[in-house]
């Protein structure tokens, strides 16, 4: 009666299936309906660029060094360098998003903790010609708020983590 | 004249109806899913969302391509969706509300909705896509099979109340209803639904439109209304299959303390809601299993309960 | 009568026919083909008499592209080999570096490479089993509650990834000598408190498959290697040890300080695809078993032997061959280095276990129906990104 | 076999010199015996696990690479050849199935025929594609017409 036997287990893994899909009609759906809501972003978000100027100077941090155009390797930042009291500047800085591989490796290995990345991923354009970010765009992109991923700091993210302070 | 206004009240209701089951599906579904549904257009619910797709299809280019049978291709939405309409004649939507109460009113459902074989046999094979043949020679080969188990089920309540007319077989129903009739009444019901979700090709029964394989089945080459009406069709018969199901089974619009047309509507969502139910739950069977169901365990299943049913009626 | 002869003709130029044979050309664009695979199928009604996989589709030059970039560049190239699991690539690829540069990492970067490479397998296997879920038309689903329920699991474990690194998907995480960087502070808190959640999901799924029937009438029997077969083919991972052999480079050549911890290998006996399927979802908890000694013997200390590299020229591998291998959730990753001396590689040879894997699929999907084929191919787990590199 | 045994029967039978690591004998052949070679690996020495074959452009010369393992004894072996351009090598895909798609694959990306192979074609880039771009000569920074 080996049909029989099949009937029954046919019924049985039915059953099984129907149990499991009848415990997850009865769970909270995990979908987050997107422009209404917003999921919490990491601290060490990885999504667009910035150049910062200094706070306190009002100076831009990047020196021109070509060390971010050099390592880049997917070839996506050009820059120009001018001198200007003795000390470079960026005279252009180009990124082409559209190019990026978000590696990081252009904020790991700048000296002046120049060029950081931001937590804002809103940055679907239309044009692609749009995807590509100047100076003034990446000055622009430093009102949002920076990922704690910065060149000087990754030497300290490898170290022996310190607990928090009790008054931080 | 009134005979015409009432049929386009029927055909009206009937694609409001399907319209907001498929919305429920989607509610149904993605809840199951861990998913929210649709919810955007018309909120708080995505209420206007059958609505906003039925525009969507409407508005969309008709694109027939050039390698196609024009005239099979263009008449297969046609005939489908007909075939699946026409059952509505003759189904009671309660105690006199009919069109139509046909003598032979099972025989005509059966008859009619099997039409709908041509219509899908046509739209395979007038797509001339490898993938749509493929789905038209599955949907035959399907169809044929699951013909008899759900003839020979769909015979038990026939036999038990004595005729085919379907207002009489409920009436035979207002004691008790038929699958409450010990082991006869449940095995016929399993029967009726096994074969009516293949009749309709639900999962797990879906292969005519295997989206692992065979993309959309006999769909593929579809679009805009002509799609919709393929797909309209698809839902129209699971109306009529929860319709029937619960008027041949489970007593149709017999039920204490609400009133009848509510208790027909009820079953009915409820068998829709277990069809749904099936459908997220469980996995597409291969052709030759689907066959060797039918023909292996459905179908001496379903002559056993036939026997039983006529022993049934001769004892009693 | 002669609208009908005209209309044979017309079918006979489009159906293209030998003898009784039908040729379906399945993909690059299919719903199930994982990607962009193409199949031409030469059907029997709806047996499958002959299949020939043509692969390509996502070929990205990845090999020429790393003989022009220095080995600082390509680790975060390598995550766009199997997209799946970043994490190992980045692994197999910067543990030959160490390999032939003979540098030891510290004890910590050790223990969260094996932490985060256990991680990686089971993001893997769940999109596995989302995917062959769909294949099947839906285990438990009509076509896609498994699919989301897996996928529900994984977006967890993405994003706990993401607070460590930054990044969902494309880590680029280690680094030649360590890691870039430690974990946040409430990391391992927050993986303690899933591990539950993932260990529920994983019984759900081994009693939802392993007992039910449909499955096993969908799965059993069907695409059988021969364990033989599958070592000639240079088939890995769960492919041969659903093929009955034991063996895991895991085990069998310890790296990244595997010997450290104890787990088991899952193997199948038939070989079929519900063997290969069963050894994914046993393998998964034994991922589980691994993370959980890895958080419990989780060292204090540094994650890397020097500071973050500053110029891409900073690291110049001695002239010589070194071959490393690792196993990947698809089997046997390999990474066949040619130095010069140079910074940059003279040639690198990825041996991808996809690759392998899928060139078995004409082998044991002949004589099958064609629903099967998907089944097959779905068991094999190729990832296209890998495949094609 | 173990390693060292492995060593000494090369030694006897094909009078060559083996290198030797750790689980791992890799052996320079003269590209005659290739295929000999091969065939006593894969049956007396029971490498049953074919994991790559692979090619690396010497500019001058061809350095092939093809690597088998026994997995149950946890040994394996590389043996390399030296071909030059236009020169062919015998298959292996007669002893191990698994080198029909990586033969392809070094054909494809190197243009290195092998004789007696069952299905010799391009198989990652497209069929009409000319140039094969692993080789050292391929031009990266000027416009290359690829298709024929």
Same mark, same amino acid.
């Given at each position: 009666?080996?049909?029989?036997?099949?009937?029954?287990?046919?019924?049985?893994?039915?059953?099984?299936?129907?149990?499991?899909?009848?415990?997850?009609?009865?769970?909270?759906?995990?979908?987050?309906?997107?422009?209404?809501?917003?999921?919490?972003?990491?601290?060490?978000?990885?999504?667009?660029?910035?150049?910062?100027?200094?706070? $306190?100077?009002?100076?831009?941090?990047?020196?021109?060094?070509?060390?971010?155009?050099?390592?880049?390797?997917?070839?996506?930042?050009?820059?120009?360098?001018?001198?200007?009291?003795?000390?470079?500047?960026?005279?252009?800085?180009?990124?082409?998003?559209?190019?990026?591989?978000?590696?990081?490796?252009?904020?790991?290995?700048?000296?002046?903790?120049?060029?950081?990345?931001?937590?804002?991923?809103?940055?679907?354009?239309?044009?692609?010609?749009?995807?590509?970010?100047?100076?003034?765009?990446?000055?622009?992109?430093?009102?949002?708020?920076?990922?704690?991923?910065?060149?000087?700091?990754?030497?300290?993210?490898?170290?022996?983590?310190?607990?928090?302070?009790?008054?931080? | 004249?009134?005979?015409?206004?009432?049929?386009?009240?029927?055909?009206?209701?009937?694609?409001?109806?399907?319209?907001?089951?498929?919305?429920?599906?989607?509610?149904?579904?993605?809840?199951?899913?861990?998913?929210?549904?649709?919810?955007?257009?018309?909120?708080?619910?995505?209420?206007?969302?059958?609505?906003?797709?039925?525009?969507?299809?409407?508005?969309?280019?008709?694109?027939?391509?050039?390698?196609?049978?024009?005239?099979?291709?263009?008449?297969?939405?046609?005939?489908?969706?007909?075939?699946?309409?026409?059952?509505?004649?003759?189904?009671?939507?309660?105690?006199?509300?009919?069109?139509?109460?046909?003598?032979?009113?099972?025989?005509?459902?059966?008859?009619?909705?099997?039409?709908?074989?041509?219509?899908?046999?046509?739209?395979?094979?007038?797509?001339?896509?490898?993938?749509?043949?493929?789905?038209?020679?599955?949907?035959?080969?399907?169809?044929?099979?699951?013909?008899?188990?759900?003839?020979?089920?769909?015979?038990?309540?026939?036999?038990?109340?004595?005729?085919?007319?379907?207002?009489?077989?409920?009436?035979?129903?207002?004691?008790?209803?038929?699958?409450?009739?010990?082991?006869?009444?449940?095995?016929?019901?399993?029967?009726?639904?096994?074969?009516?979700?293949?009749?309709?090709?639900?999962?797990?029964?879906?292969?005519?439109?295997?989206?692992?394989?065979?993309?959309?089945?006999?769909?593929?080459?579809?679009?805009?209304?002509?799609?919709?009406?393929?797909?309209?069709?698809?839902?129209?018969?699971?109306?009529?299959?929860?319709?029937?199901?619960?008027?041949?089974?489970?007593?149709?619009?017999?039920?204490?303390?609400?009133?009848?047309? &509510?208790?027909?509507?009820?079953?009915?969502?409820?068998?829709?809601?277990?069809?749904?139910?099936?459908?997220?739950?469980?996995?597409?069977?291969?052709?030759?299993?689907?066959?060797?169901?039918?023909?292996?365990?459905?179908?001496?299943?379903?002559?056993?309960?036939?026997?039983?049913?006529?022993?049934?009626?001769?004892?009693? | 009568?002669?609208?009908?002869?005209?209309?044979?003709?017309?079918?006979?130029?489009?159906?293209?026919?030998?003898?009784?044979?039908?040729?379906?050309?399945?993909?690059?664009?299919?719903?199930?083909?994982?990607?962009?695979?193409?199949?031409?199928?030469?059907?029997?009604?709806?047996?499958?008499?002959?299949?020939?996989?043509?692969?390509?589709?996502?070929?990205?030059?990845?090999?020429?592209?790393?003989?022009?970039?220095?080995?600082?560049?390509?680790?975060?190239?390598?995550?766009?080999?199997?997209?799946?699991?970043?994490?190992?690539?980045?692994?197999?690829?910067?543990?030959?570096?160490?390999?032939?540069?003979?540098?030891?990492?510290?004890?910590?970067?050790?223990?969260?490479?094996? &932490?985060?490479?256990?991680?990686?397998?089971?993001?893997?296997?769940?999109?596995?089993?989302?995917?062959?879920?769909?294949?099947?038309?839906?285990?438990?689903?009509?076509?896609?509650?498994?699919?989301?329920?897996?996928?529900?699991?994984?977006?967890?474990?993405?994003?706990?990834?993401?607070?460590?690194?930054?990044?969902?998907?494309?880590?680029?995480?280690?680094?030649?000598?360590?890691?870039?960087?430690?974990?946040?502070?409430?990391?391992?808190?927050?993986?303690?408190?899933?591990?539950?959640?993932?260990?529920?999901?994983?019984?759900?799924?081994?009693?939802?498959?392993?007992?039910?029937?449909?499955? $096993?009438?969908?799965?059993?029997?069907?695409?059988?290697?021969?364990?033989?077969?599958?070592?000639?083919?240079?088939?890995?991972?769960?492919?041969?040890?659903?093929?009955?052999?034991?063996?895991?480079?895991?085990?069998?050549?310890?790296?990244?300080?595997?010997?450290?911890?104890?787990?088991?290998?899952?193997?199948?006996?038939?070989?079929?695809?519900?063997?290969?399927?069963?050894?994914?979802?046993?393998?998964?908890?034994?991922?589980?078993?691994?993370?959980?000694?890895?958080?419990?013997?989780?060292?204090?200390?540094?994650?890397?032997?020097?500071?973050?590299?500053?110029?891409?020229?900073?690291?110049?591998?001695?002239?010589?061959?070194?071959?490393?291998?690792?196993?990947?959730?698809?089997?046997?990753?390999?990474?066949?280095?040619?130095?010069?001396?140079?910074? $940059?590689?003279?040639?690198?040879?990825?041996?991808?276990?996809?690759?392998?894997?899928?060139?078995?699929?004409?082998?044991?999907?002949?004589?099958?129906?064609?629903?099967?084929?998907?089944?097959?191919?779905?068991?094999?787990?190729?990832?296209?990104?890998?495949?094609?590199? | 076999?173990?390693?060292?045994?492995?060593?000494?029967?090369?030694?006897?039978?094909?009078?060559?010199?083996?290198?030797?690591?750790?689980?791992?004998?890799?052996?320079?052949?003269?590209?005659?015996?290739?295929?000999?070679?091969?065939?006593?690996?894969?049956?007396?020495?029971?490498?049953?696990?074919?994991?790559?074959?692979?090619?690396?452009?010497?500019?001058?010369?061809?350095?092939?690479?093809?690597?088998?393992?026994?997995?149950?004894?946890?040994?394996?072996?590389?043996?390399?050849?030296?071909?030059?351009?236009?020169?062919?090598?015998?298959?292996?895909?007669?002893?191990?199935?698994?080198?029909?798609?990586?033969?392809?694959?070094?054909?494809?990306?190197?243009?290195?025929?092998?004789?007696?192979?069952?299905?010799?074609?391009?198989?990652?880039?497209?069929?009409?594609?000319?140039?094969?771009?692993?080789?050292?000569?391929?031009?990266?920074?000027?416009?290359?017409?690829?298709?024929?």
């Amino acid at each position: 009666m080996s049909w029989m036997k099949d009937t029954f287990e046919l019924t049985g893994s039915f059953l099984s299936a129907f149990k499991v899909t009848w415990k997850n009609l009865w769970r909270k759906p995990v979908t987050i309906s997107y422009p209404d809501q917003k999921r919490v972003l990491s601290e060490r978000q990885r999504a667009t660029f910035a150049l910062l100027t200094d706070p $306190k100077t009002g100076e831009e941090k990047c020196t021109g060094c070509y060390i971010c155009q050099n390592i880049c390797p997917a070839l996506v930042i050009k820059m120009e360098k001018e001198i200007i009291n003795e000390r470079g500047y960026a005279k252009t800085f180009y990124l082409d998003l559209s190019g990026c591989i978000f590696c990081e490796l252009c904020v790991q290995c700048c000296p002046q903790d120049a060029i950081v990345m931001v937590r804002h991923w809103e940055i679907a354009e239309i044009k692609k010609e749009n995807l590509v970010l100047d100076k003034k765009r990446l000055m622009e992109n430093q009102k949002y708020p920076f990922s704690t991923i910065i060149g000087s700091k990754i030497r300290e993210m490898q170290a022996v983590p310190k607990p928090p302070t009790a008054s931080s | 004249m009134n005979t015409l206004f009432y049929s386009l009240v029927l055909l009206a209701g009937i694609l409001l109806v399907v319209a907001y089951l498929t919305w429920l599906e989607r509610k149904f579904a993605g809840r199951m899913q861990s998913r929210i549904g649709p919810q955007r257009v018309g909120k708080p619910w995505g209420l206007l969302q059958p609505i906003a797709d039925g525009a969507k299809l409407l508005v969309k280019e008709d694109i027939i391509p050039q390698a196609t049978d024009k005239t099979a291709y263009n008449l297969a939405p046609i005939v489908v969706i007909l075939a699946t309409t026409l059952v509505f004649v003759t189904i009671p939507l309660g105690k006199s509300v009919v069109l139509v109460d046909l003598n032979v009113g099972v025989l005509f459902i059966l008859a009619i909705s099997s039409l709908a074989l041509i219509g899908i046999f046509m739209a395979g094979w007038g797509s001339a896509n490898k993938y749509a043949i493929l789905s038209a020679m599955r949907g035959v080969n399907q169809l044929i099979s699951y013909e008899i188990p759900l003839v020979l089920a769909c015979l038990v309540p026939v036999i038990l109340a004595g005729s085919m007319k379907l207002s009489s077989i409920v009436l035979a129903q207002s004691k008790v209803w038929f699958i409450f009739y010990p082991f006869l009444g449940q095995i016929a019901f399993l029967i009726f639904l096994v074969s009516a979700l293949a009749e309709a090709n639900r999962i797990p029964f879906d292969i005519t439109e295997a989206e692992s394989e065979l993309i959309a089945g006999y769909t593929v080459e579809y679009s805009g209304m002509k799609f919709a009406f393929l797909w309209l069709a698809e839902y129209i018969h699971l109306l009529a299959v929860s319709l029937v199901g619960s008027i041949l089974f489970l007593g149709g619009w017999n039920g204490p303390w609400l009133p009848s047309g &509510l208790w027909l509507a009820l079953k009915t969502l409820l068998l829709f809601l277990l069809i749904l139910w099936i459908r997220w739950s469980l996995v597409r069977i291969r052709l030759d299993q689907i066959l060797a169901l039918s023909w292996k365990v459905l179908f001496p299943l379903s002559l056993a309960t036939l026997i039983l049913a006529g022993g049934w009626s001769f004892i009693f | 009568m002669n609208l009908i002869a005209e209309q044979i003709e017309t079918y006979k130029s489009i159906i293209e026919t030998e003898g009784d044979t039908l040729l379906v050309n399945m993909g690059p664009q299919h719903p199930s083909t994982h990607g962009v695979l193409r199949l031409v199928l030469k059907l029997k009604g709806e047996e499958v008499v002959k299949i020939e996989p043509v692969i390509g589709y996502l070929h990205r030059g990845f090999e020429k592209l790393s003989e022009n970039l220095t080995y600082i560049q390509i680790v975060p190239l390598t995550d766009r080999m199997d997209y799946l699991a970043s994490i190992t690539n980045e692994l197999a690829y910067v543990l030959t570096i160490e390999k032939a540069l003979k540098i030891e990492v510290p004890k910590k970067a050790i223990y969260l490479r094996v &932490l985060t490479a256990e991680l990686q397998r089971i993001v893997s296997h769940l999109v596995w089993l989302g995917t062959f879920g769909l294949d099947l038309g839906g285990a438990l689903g009509g076509g896609s509650t498994l699919f989301l329920y897996c996928f529900r699991e994984r977006e967890i474990i993405l994003d706990l990834f993401e607070e460590f690194s930054g990044a969902r998907m494309m880590y680029n995480f280690n680094q030649i000598g360590g890691l870039r960087y430690q974990p946040p502070l409430d990391f391992f808190s927050k993986l303690k408190a899933t591990l539950p959640k993932l260990k529920q999901a994983f019984a759900e799924y081994e009693e939802m498959l392993q007992e039910n029937y449909v499955f $096993k009438v969908r799965t059993k029997n069907i695409g059988v290697l021969e364990v033989s077969l599958a070592q000639r083919m240079g088939a890995s991972g769960p492919v041969l040890r659903g093929s009955g052999l034991a063996y895991d480079i895991r085990k069998a050549y310890p790296y990244s300080g595997y010997e450290n911890f104890e787990f088991e290998i899952p193997i199948g006996e038939n070989g079929d695809c519900f063997d290969r399927a069963k050894v994914r979802i046993l393998e998964m908890k034994q991922s589980l078993r691994i993370i959980q000694q890895a958080l419990k013997g989780m060292p204090e200390g540094e994650v890397a032997i020097r500071p973050p590299v500053r110029v891409p020229t900073a690291v110049k591998v001695p002239a010589g061959e070194t071959y490393m291998h690792i196993e990947a959730p698809r089997g046997d990753l390999g990474v066949f280095l040619v130095s010069d001396g140079t910074e $940059k590689p003279y040639r690198l040879k990825w041996r991808a276990p996809s690759f392998s894997n899928l060139a078995v699929l004409p082998f044991i999907s002949n004589g099958h129906k064609v629903a099967d084929v998907m089944a097959i191919l779905g068991s094999l787990d190729p990832v296209f990104g890998e495949v094609d590199r | 076999m173990t390693i060292e045994k492995l060593k000494d029967k090369i030694k006897e039978k094909f009078n060559l010199d083996c290198q030797v690591e750790v689980g791992l004998v890799k052996i320079l052949v003269p590209k005659e015996s290739w295929g000999t070679l091969a065939e006593f690996l894969r049956f007396e020495a029971e490498f049953n696990y074919f994991s790559f074959i692979t090619a690396v452009d010497r500019k001058e010369k061809f350095e092939m690479v093809a690597r088998v393992e026994n997995l149950e004894e946890k040994t394996a072996c590389e043996f390399t050849t030296e071909i030059l351009p236009n020169e062919t090598l015998s298959t292996l895909s007669e002893l191990w199935e698994g080198a029909v798609w990586q033969e392809r694959e070094v054909f494809d990306l190197f243009g290195i025929k092998f004789e007696n192979h069952p299905d010799l074609k391009r198989i990652l880039l497209p069929e009409d594609y000319t140039g094969y771009p692993l080789k050292k000569e391929f031009p990266l920074d000027k416009h290359y017409e690829p298709y024929r």
